[in-house]
């Protein structure tokens, strides 16, 4: 009877044995696994800093944007306008729209000199960037999705 408690006591205390290196690698093998993620959700926003894309919008239709390293041009056919705006990167994924010019069409859209967009890049996902913009004259932002074109 002692030699069948001892064979289960000593079968017990391997069967814990092999639970602990399991639960071990099970974290080592989590732990892996994030890490990945960390690193696969850092984007490469430089890759859209210049280029072309559109913007589709129920309220104002397409507008169609060619951005280069200081501009950004934005057509829009609905609105029958079409305008120019410095770039300013702040970093790598954030930059400013400045200095507004009508380059043709009547704008309804008056603004200021001062006016100033930011525009942060939250993700580059098939083929579209998503973004959120703010203004320096509301304390409204918007998030959308950009079409990239070429």
């Given at each position: 009877?002692?030699r069948?408690q001892f ?5 017990s205390e ?6 602990i290196i399991?639960i071990?690698r099970?974290?080592l ?8 993620k960390?690193?696969?959700q ?6 859209v800093?210049?280029?072309?894309f559109?913007l ?11 951005r ?6 934005e057509?829009?056919?609905f609105m029958?306008?079409?305008?120019q705006?410095?770039?300013?990167w702040?970093d790598?994924?954030s930059?400013?729209l400045r200095?507004?010019?009508?380059i ?7 603004g200021?000199?001062?006016d100033v ?5 939250l ?5 579209k960037?998503y973004v959120k ?14 079409d990239?074109i070429k």
């Amino acid at each position: 009877m002692k030699r069948k408690q001892f064979l289960v006591l000593k079968f017990s205390e391997v069967i814990l044995k092999i639970d602990i290196i399991m639960i071990k690698r099970c974290l080592l093998f989590l732990m892996f696994i994030f890490s990945f993620k960390g690193i696969s959700q850092k984007i490469n926003c430089k890759e859209v800093h210049t280029g072309k894309f559109e913007l589709n919008s129920e309220i104002s239709g397409k507008t169609e944007i060619l951005r280069t390293e200081k501009h950004q041009i934005e057509t829009n056919t609905f609105m029958n306008v079409k305008v120019q705006y410095d770039v300013f990167w702040l970093d790598e994924c954030s930059y400013e729209l400045r200095n507004r010019k009508l380059i043709s069409g009547t704008s309804k859209y008056a603004g200021q000199p001062t006016d100033v967009f930011k525009v942060q890049i939250l993700r580059i996902s098939n083929n579209k960037i998503y973004v959120k913009t703010s203004a320096n004259f509301t304390d409204q932002s918007f998030e959308s999705a950009i079409d990239i074109i070429k």
